[in-house]
């Protein structure tokens, strides 16, 4: 999928030293797999049913 989004210079300075990484779809894609993995081991996004406590932008994420 292509996207235009604009995000904070210094956050995404931060994220690309984190990451290791200088490609910004490679920082981009690290950052949400990072996000959705956190929100599965947190137990708030599992299988592949959403509940009525899921947001639909992790129902996107997870594909």
């Known amino acids: 999928m292509r996207i235009e989004i604009s995000i904070d210079d210094h956050l995404f ?3 690309q ?3 290791g990484v200088a490609d910004k ?3 981009v894609r ?3 797999k ?3 993995e956190r929100e599965v081991r947190d137990g708030r996004l599992c299988s592949g049913r959403r509940s009525a406590a ?3 932008l992790l129902v996107a ?3």
């Open 61 to 63: 994420l997870r594909g």
């Open 13 to 15: 300075a931060s994220a």
């Open 34 to 36: 990072a996000f959705v």
């Open 54 to 56: 899921t947001p639909p």
């Open 30 to 32: 690290i950052a949400l």
């Open 17 to 19: 030293r984190f990451a």
């Open 25 to 27: 779809s490679a920082v």
